[in-house]
């Protein structure tokens, strides 16, 4: 059951600094994206989002390397892949391409149609069929 | 830029910080939403409220929670037109295809995979940051033709 509350907790916070941070706004990241400030005078945002989870986040990943069960006794489940492989470029490259194409990434369009912005539907339901071939592919 | 293109930004991304600390020092999970998403969309409804599941529907639970709040509030909508539908569409397809292949998107390798020292996910941030330059002044050029 903490299990639940916590994750519910962790989503809420997430969205809560999504909304806070401006990133569930499309023209802020792009607005951070238009380096060359084409759109508009070139928008930081993002970089001080990043900079700031980034920072919070290092102690605890340093923390739980040491670690093999978590604080409620719970399996580690950390990526263990380390190669550099060909999906991780492409994949890389084409996830730059759709989020430099109307800056929204999977979690901002969540939190957009749950907010009541329901057109993001035309960027989410394409998102998660991409995700479930993605997937299909990498199986 | 002002105090506002500062500070809410900092706080917001201590929020998502917290966020990524909670999950993974109670739940020992990494905060990445396309690998939440494509995780249960490779299963069978059904099994999205067994005990493996259930920490993604709660966070997925938070997130959309607090999304409908903030909905409601009356603020003022500075969130401007997302764009055309093929638009839409086609960014959709490329951000779910991408991030599926490369097993991250800005949360899970641009937060915790960097916090984590990765170098997957330093090569997965630096390609998909740039490509994004890239497109954006690509998306002006095309724009002024």
Redesign the interface.
């Given at each position: 059951m903490?299990?639940?509350?916590?994750?519910?907790?962790?989503?809420?916070?997430?969205?809560?600094?999504?909304?806070?941070?401006?990133?569930?706004?499309?023209?802020k990241v792009?607005g951070f994206?238009?380096?060359?400030g084409?759109?508009g005078p070139w928008?930081?945002?993002?970089?001080?989002?990043?900079?700031?989870?980034?920072?919070?986040?290092?102690p605890?990943?340093y923390?739980?390397k040491k670690r093999h069960?978590?604080?409620?006794n719970?399996?580690?489940?950390?990526?263990t892949?380390?190669?550099?492989d060909r999906?991780?470029?492409?994949?890389?490259?084409?996830?730059?391409?759709?989020?430099?194409?109307?800056g929204?990434?999977?979690?901002p369009?969540?939190?957009?149609?749950?907010?009541?912005?329901f057109?993001?539907i035309?960027?989410?339901?394409?998102?998660?069929?991409?995700?479930?071939?993605?997937?299909k592919?990498?199986s | 830029?002002n105090i506002h293109?500062?500070l809410?930004?900092?706080?917001?991304?201590?929020?998502?910080?917290?966020?990524?600390?909670?999950?993974?020092?109670?739940?020992?999970?990494?905060?990445g939403?396309?690998g939440i998403?494509?995780s249960l969309?490779?299963e069978k409804p059904k099994t999205w409220f067994s005990k493996p599941h259930?920490?993604?529907?709660?966070?997925?639970?938070?997130?959309?929670?607090?999304?409908?709040l903030?909905?409601l509030l009356p603020a003022g909508d500075?969130?401007?037109s997302?764009?055309s539908?093929s638009?839409?569409?086609?960014?959709?397809?490329?951000?779910?295809?991408?991030?599926?292949?490369?097993?991250g998107?800005?949360?899970g390798?641009?937060?915790?995979?960097?916090?984590?020292?990765?170098?997957?996910s330093l090569?997965?941030?630096c390609?998909?940051?740039?490509?994004?330059?890239?497109?954006?002044?690509c998306?002006?050029i095309w724009k002024l033709l």
């Open positions: 903490w299990q639940f509350i916590l994750s519910m907790i962790s989503g809420g916070l997430f969205g809560l600094g999504l909304w806070l941070s401006g990133m569930t706004n499309p023209k792009i994206l238009d380096i060359n084409q759109f928008q930081p945002a993002l970089i001080f989002v990043m900079l700031s989870a980034i920072l919070i986040a290092m605890a990943f923390w739980i069960k978590t604080l409620l719970e399996s580690i489940h950390l990526p892949n380390h190669i550099i999906p991780l470029i492409i994949g890389s490259i084409l996830f730059g391409l759709g989020w430099g194409l109307v929204i990434c999977p979690g369009a969540i939190a957009l149609f749950a907010a009541g912005r057109e993001v035309w960027f989410l339901i394409p998102m998660l069929v991409g995700l479930f071939i993605g997937k592919i990498n | 830029m293109d500062i809410y930004p900092l706080v917001g991304g201590s929020l998502i910080g917290l966020a990524a600390v909670i999950l993974l020092i109670f739940l020992g999970r990494v905060a939403i396309s998403l494509s969309l490779l259930l920490w993604r529907l709660g966070f997925l639970g938070g997130l959309i929670s607090v999304s409908v903030i909905g500075h969130i401007p997302l764009g539908h638009q839409l569409i086609i960014a959709g397809l490329l951000v779910g295809l991408g991030t599926a292949l490369a097993n998107c800005t949360s390798h641009g937060v915790c995979g960097l916090a984590r020292l990765s170098k997957r090569i997965a941030v390609l998909f940051m740039l490509t994004a330059m890239a497109t954006v002044e998306m002006y």
